[in-house]
Each structure stands twice: as structure tokens, then as C-alpha cells.
């Protein structure tokens, strides 16, 4: 699909996965109304997940599952919007790369 993350053409409760890599990082793109168009197009109980790509430095080196603090400057704002609407969080850390992966709350 192309199109913008801020306006999903698609009906309300159409999808049980929305997956997102390196949306969040484009210009243009608002968190928040993305966040809010990927909860309207999820079914009740749907999983999203979301890459963010974030600058390598020494203090992320920690690859493999993370908890909500060790994520990084980049994630942690996506993370804020995401908690408002989805639960059972996880994060995930892969090189330059960190998921947050949730579940839709009825």
C-alpha cells in the first residue's frame, strides 16, 4: 500500500496486524494521527508493530528483547502515543533498529 500513515483509505476494523517499518522517522509523518489511523483500521484485539530507526552510539549496544527504559531518544515519543491506545507492550532490539510491538485495546 502507498499512501499516508496520517490518512489510511481503509474501513474501521478491517486488519488483525498493522506493521509499520520506518514509518515514524519520514517527514510529514504526525505520530500521533498515524498512531490514530492504525488503531481505526485494526480489529478489536489487532498487534501492531513499529521499527524506529535510532543513531548507534556506545550505550546501545544491548541487542534482543528491552524494557521501556532502555529504549532510545527516537522511540520513546512513538512509545508515549502508542501506550494510549494499545497494551501488552514489548520492545525489541535489533542493530540500528527498535520495535515496539502491542496489542489493540477493545
Not at 499516508?4 to 481503509?10: E, M, V, W, Y
Not at 490514530?36 to 556506545?58: D, M, Q, R, T
Not at 528483547?65 to 502508542?82: A, D, W
Not at 540500528?96 to 477493545?106: A, H, N, T, V
Amino acid at each position: 500500500f502507498v499512501g499516508s500513515a496520517n490518512c489510511l483509505l481503509f474501513q474501521k476494523n478491517q486488519f488483525d496486524a498493522y506493521i509499520s517499518l520506518r514509518t515514524f522517522s519520514v517527514a510529514g509523518v504526525l505520530i500521533d494521527q498515524a498512531i490514530k489511523e492504525a488503531y481505526k483500521v485494526l480489529k478489536p484485539y489487532g498487534k501492531i508493530i513499529i521499527s524506529i530507526p535510532f543513531s548507534l552510539n556506545k550505550s546501545y549496544k544491548k541487542v534482543g528483547f528491552i524494557t521501556k527504559k532502555e529504549l532510545s531518544f527516537e522511540s520513546r515519543k512513538v512509545n508515549e502515543e502508542i501506550a494510549k491506545r494499545f497494551n501488552n507492550l514489548k520492545y525489541y532490539r535489533i542493530k540500528s533498529e527498535e520495535f515496539i510491538i502491542g496489542r489493540k485495546i477493545k
